[in-house]
């Protein structure tokens, strides 16, 4: 015959500590903004060169009729990446906000001035990231 196991409350199992304890929240955070920088720098490299004309051109006559839709589309494309890594960022920011352990009561001044400082650190990275993705949602519905 098994032991029993004790039930948790459901309103126990919901609170922060318990979830914290369940979840892997640090390592969900690493790889939140992992990704996030990776779409960042792939949306930068396509944002780089959508506009670029085919190397053809420079050595004979070419047609370049599509080129400007081909700029349109790859702009658009790398707004969409890099709005999407700048989510991943904020994500795995906010992650670490909720979910980081408090400092311990004995803690030394220089523990205590590092965990402050990272603190601060993903609260910055938070709100640049959250202006950002503002900013390119404004540049991105202006009407020419």
């Known amino acids: 015959m098994a032991p029993a196991t004790p ?3 459901l309103s126990q199992r919901l609170t922060p500590e318990h979830l914290a304890a369940k979840i892997p929240w640090a ?3 690493f790889l939140a903004q992992s990704i996030g920088l990776l779409l960042i720098f792939v949306g930068g490299l396509l944002a780089v060169t959508a506009g670029v004309f085919p190397p053809n051109c420079y050595t004979s006559t070419c047609s370049i009729g599509g080129t400007e839709a081909n700029v349109a589309y790859g ?6 990446l ?3 890594g700048l989510f991943g960022l904020a994500a795995g ?5 909720q979910f980081r352990p408090s400092l311990a009561s004995g803690s030394s001044p220089e523990e205590t001035r590092v965990y402050l ?6 609260f910055a990275l938070l709100l640049i990231s959250i202006l950002l993705v503002v900013l390119i949602v404004y540049w991105s519905v202006q009407v020419p």
């Open 27 to 29: 390592f969900l955070a």
């Open 117 to 122: 400082g990272r603190r601060r650190g993903e």
């Open 7 to 9: 039930t948790v409350p």
């Open 93 to 97: 920011a906010g992650l670490h906000l």
């Open 75 to 80: 702009i658009m494309a790398a707004r969409l």
């Open 82 to 84: 890099i709005v999407l």
